[in-house]
């Protein structure tokens, strides 16, 4: 057993600056559980692996070489929330790499249901794998995991794949790629205009991608949300710190024609105590066909799905409209991000992708 100072309740409450250092272990990304732990050498660096990746999936002896690379490691998918696309995103991405993959997705099929404590269910995946991704409710589980690993002699690492209302670090990845590669030739996402529109006090996608524009210079941030529906005063104190330009408003359409990203969201009703969501007039955060005329030719429109009513669907043959390469663009980064966290990157950049 490593000798680690901090008892959960002392390091929970460690500012992210200090607590940082201590998910250090093969790698500075043994434990992915912030989107803060993402500089933009390290984006830059799985950008381009994602790329070489995706580019070597495409024919038979590329994806061969892939698929031997991690074929020596085992992961859990502990889905204890809903999910469709990051889990199948995160699945297809190990077994890109050659990981061998086990899930459990409905506790009731599980000891928990038999009083074990998720702590527990954690340390058991432990036994048999070498890598957990893991969605649940708890904001805090994903991070506890890491605590409760670190003290391990063997490494498993832990990816954080969406912690309640909290986090979900690897949707911000791919927002921040798909952005990367729709403004390519319009010199990169410096110096564009952001809406990020909807639930932003709950949207975990939402707060994980402020984060990750804080890599990024002279951006402006317009967020749109109902007025009972802000992002968190921590949020908001985090772009002042960060000298992020930001402007939060409810008022969607008069807006449209200043964005390069328009990021819609979808209402977090999962949360509400008291069914409050009820009380929302929603669709004015719903992103009309009527709308297009007003948004710039190119810009983007974003979306980290699922979706109900923010985008109409006959929006989805509109050029603008990016969700859906955005949502394959998440197994090509997941499968980056695995590979980097087992340090396989410059081994794939050095593959052949002509063979
Ligand atoms: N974007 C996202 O997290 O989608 P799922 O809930 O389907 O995984």
Redesign the pocket.
């Known amino acids: 057993m490593r000798d680690f100072k901090y008892k959960w309740e002392e390091f929970k409450k460690l500012p992210f600056g200090t607590k940082k250092k201590f998910f250090i272990r093969e790698n500075e990304l043994s434990y992915v559980i912030f989107a803060q732990q993402f500089d933009r050498k390290k984006l830059q660096e799985l950008f381009a692996l994602a790329d070489k990746i995706r580019e070597l999936s495409k024919n038979k002896a590329g994806a061969d070489s892939l698929q031997n690379l991690l074929s020596h490691k085992r992961a859990t998918l502990f889905f204890s929330?809903?999910?469709?696309?990051?889990?199948?995103s995160f699945y297809n991405a190990c077994h890109i790499l050659g990981i061998k993959t086990t899930e459990l997705r409905d506790g009731t099929s599980s000891s928990q249901k038999k009083g074990e404590s998720p702590e527990d269910t954690i340390l058991t995946f432990a036994s048999y794998t070498d890598l957990i991704i893991m969605?649940n409710s708890e904001e805090w589980l994903a991070e506890k995991a890491s605590w409760l690993l670190n003290k391990k002699n063997r490494v498993v690492k832990i990816i954080n794949?969406?912690s309640g209302k909290d986090q979900?670090p690897t949707?911000s990845l791919l927002d921040a790629y798909t952005m990367e590669i729709a403004f390519k030739d319009k010199k990169g996402i410096d110096g564009k205009t952001i809406a990020i529109v909807g639930d932003l006090k709950r949207g975990r996608?939402a707060r994980s991608l402020i984060y990750i524009i804080k890599n990024y210079k002279n951006i402006k941030l317009i967020l749109i949300s109902p007025n009972s529906l802000k992002i968190e005063p921590d949020v908001r104190a985090f772009l002042k710190r960060n000298k992020i330009k930001f402007t939060e408003t409810s008022d969607l359409k008069s807006n449209l024609n200043k964005c390069d990203v328009i990021y819609m969201t979808r209402i977090q009703d999962e949360y509400d105590v008291n069914n409050e969501s009820k009380e929302i007039d929603y669709s004015a955060f719903h992103l009309k066909k009527s709308h297009l005329r007003l948004i710039k030719k190119d810009a983007i429109i974003m979306h980290?799905?699922?979706r109900r009513d923010e985008i109409n669907i006959e929006i989805d043959d509109d050029k603008r409209a990016w969700y859906w390469k955005q949502?394959r663009n998440?197994m090509w980064i997941r499968a980056a991000l695995i590979a980097y966290m087992y340090g396989m990157q410059k081994e794939i950049m050095n593959f052949n992708s002509e063979l």
């Open positions: 929330q809903p999910s469709t696309r990051t889990f199948k969605r794949a969406g979900h949707q996608a980290p799905l699922p949502e998440g």
